[in-house]
């Protein structure tokens, strides 16, 4: 029985890809570096920052690397504190996690965000009180490696064949299957649904109601 749901949050919580792909562009221009390809800095989302700047700009010095990486953390602080960020939460996604949270669920999250920028986005959404356990990259590695889930299920107490992780990448679905946790994926993410499934997905739901059901099993 699934007592456990870890949610990755861009992508699967919400929908932050505009403020993603605009910041990625300023910490470019930053580094004096091209800007990159907007759908190539979708399919990086979930993935450490540090890890996402290397895949996008494989030839870039380390030194444009590290200017990269503190332009854009400051460029998205600054979007929280002005007021500017947008990361909406996909529809129906409030009213799922307050009925798994009713029914005695455990809830968690594993993101490539940071520490200060998922609390921000729980806050914002009013949703943080419902979640037992919060993993980032800021404490670990970078996804598809298990440690986040792992970190998860042992402060939850849970086993993991009592566990379900809830998706939108690969990168989310290769780190379940790497914590041997039951992979769902969504369709509405930055992912494609036969992605997902290839890397061990064991459904993909294209609706909230699909995505209760595949949860409850």
Avoid at 42 to 51: A, D, F, H, K
């Amino acid at each position: 029985m699934t007592r456990l749901v870890v949610f990755d949050c861009d992508g699967t919580l919400v929908d932050g890809q505009a403020a993603i792909c605009d910041t990625m562009d300023e910490a470019f221009a930053a580094a004096k570096l091209p800007a990159p390809d907007r759908n190539a800095v979708r399919r990086m989302v979930g993935l450490s920052l540090p890890l996402a700047l290397r895949e996008l700009a494989p030839h870039a010095s380390e030194d444009q690397h590290a200017i990269a990486l503190e332009a854009y953390k400051a460029g998205y602080r600054e979007r929280r504190v002005t007021g500017i960020l947008e990361e909406p939460l996909y529809e129906g996604m409030a009213a799922l996690i307050e009925r798994l949270a009713a029914a005695g669920w455990l809830l968690g999250v594993a993101t490539g965000k940071s520490d200060r920028g998922l609390h921000a986005c729980l806050d914002t959404h009013s949703i943080k009180h419902h979640f037992v356990t919060l993993q980032t990259a800021d404490r670990h590695p970078s996804k598809p490696h298990p440690a986040m889930l792992e970190e998860a299920l042992a402060e939850a107490g849970v086993g993991a064949a009592e566990a379900v992780m809830v998706g939108d990448t690969t990168f989310d679905m290769e780190m379940a299957r790497a914590a041997n946790v039951r992979a769902v994926g969504v369709a509405w993410g930055y992912h494609l649904p036969h992605e997902l499934r290839e890397a061990g997905a064991d459904g993909v739901a294209e609706t909230m109601e699909q995505l209760e059901a595949m949860i409850r099993g």
